[in-house]
C-alpha cells in the first residue's frame, strides 16, 4: 500500500528510489546537520525530545531501538532520562552514523548505545525484541511509511510502546502561512549561509505539507496493528508527538 507521501522524494526528477536518495542526501548535509537543527529550531527541537522522552518514563524500557537515529541526538537524550541497559540506533545514512559514534565514544557509551546501518522496513532483529521503539523526525522519510510501522510493530515486545516526533502542518490558517513561508524561503537561504545542501530544506517542507498527521496518522498506527494511540501538538500545532502500544 503506497500513501500520498511515499513518492515524495528529495530530488523530484530523480529515478533513484527514495531510500537512496534520502540516504544520500544526509550524508551531504550530516557534518552541519546537529548545527542547522539548532539554528532553524532556536534549540526548540532538544525541548519537543524531552517532553516526548517523558512519556517512556512509566515504563521504564530496558532495551530500545531508535530508527532513524541520525546523529545519535535522540538515543544520547534517552540514555540520560530513562538508563536503558542497551540502545540500538539504526538509520540507512553511514555518515550521519559515523557523527553519532563520534558523540557516543566522547561519552564512552560504545558498550551502551550501538548504531548500526538499517532500514526501519527490514529492522534485523527478531520479533519481540524491545521494550520500546522511537523515531524522531525520522518517519516522514521512510520510502513506505506503513511497512516501516508494521515493521516496527513486529520487533517491539507486548505491552512495549513506540514513541514518534514529527513535524506536523500547523491547523491555524495564520500561523501555517508564517510556517511555510519559513520553511520554503527562509530555511533554505539559511543553509545556503550556512554552507550546507539547501535542497535538504526544501525537501523538508515538501515532505512535512504531505506527511499524514495527527488523526491520519493514528489510523497508520492502528492499521500497522497498535493499540492505546495518542498524539499532542507542541509549539502551535507544528511538531506533534505520538505514542502506542504493541
Not at 533513484?16 to 557534518?31: E, T, Y
Not at 529550531?41 to 530500545?64: E, M, T, Y
Not at 521494550?131 to 515493521?151: C, I, P, Q, S, Y
Not at 492499521?223 to 507542541?234: D, H, I, K, M, R
Request: net charge positive; glycine share 6%; with cysteine.
Amino acid at each position: 500500500m503506497q500513501l500520498p507521501h511515499d513518492p515524495i522524494t528529495p530530488q523530484q526528477h530523480s529515478t533513484l528510489p527514495k531510500k537512496i536518495q534520502v540516504a544520500d542526501m544526509f550524508d551531504r548535509i550530516a557534518d552541519r546537520y546537529d548545527f542547522m537543527n539548532r539554528i532553524l529550531s532556536g534549540r526548540i527541537d532538544r525541548q519537543w525530545r524531552k517532553i516526548a522522552l517523558r512519556k517512556l518514563r512509566a515504563k521504564q524500557p530496558k532495551h530500545i531501538l531508535d530508527v532513524a537515529t541520525g546523529t545519535a541526538d535522540f538515543a544520547l537524550m534517552a540514555y540520560d532520562m530513562l538508563t536503558p541497559v542497551h540502545i540500538t540506533g539504526i538509520d540507512i545514512s553511514a555518515g550521519m552514523l559515523d557523527g553519532g559514534k563520534r558523540k557516543i565514544k566522547a561519552r564512552g557509551l560504545e558498550a551502551t548505545i550501538e548504531l548500526h546501518v538499517g532500514d526501519a522496513e527490514t529492522i534485523n532483529a527478531p520479533s519481540d525484541t524491545f521494550d520500546a521503539v522511537t523515531v524522531a523526525f525520522g518517519v516522514r522519510n521512510f520510502e513506505n511509511l506503513l511497512a516501516g510501522l508494521r515493521e516496527m510493530h513486529r520487533v517491539l515486545k507486548p505491552n512495549g510502546q513506540v514513541l514518534i516526533l514529527e513535524f506536523s502542518t500547523p491547523r491555524n490558517s495564520l500561523i501555517r502561512f508564517v510556517y511555510n513561508t519559513y520553511m520554503k524561503s527562509i530555511a533554505p537561504a539559511l543553509a545556503r549561509l550556512f554552507g550546507t545542501d539547501h535542497h535538504a530544506y526544501t525537501y523538508l517542507n515538501r515532505s512535512t505539507n504531505a506527511f499524514p498527521d495527527r488523526e491520519n496518522f493514528i489510523y497508520l498506527l492502528k492499521e500497522a496493528g497498535y493499540t492505546q494511540l495518542s498524539f499532542q501538538p507542541l509549539t502551535f500545532g507544528i511538531c506533534c508527538i505520538y505514542t502506542a502500544s504493541k
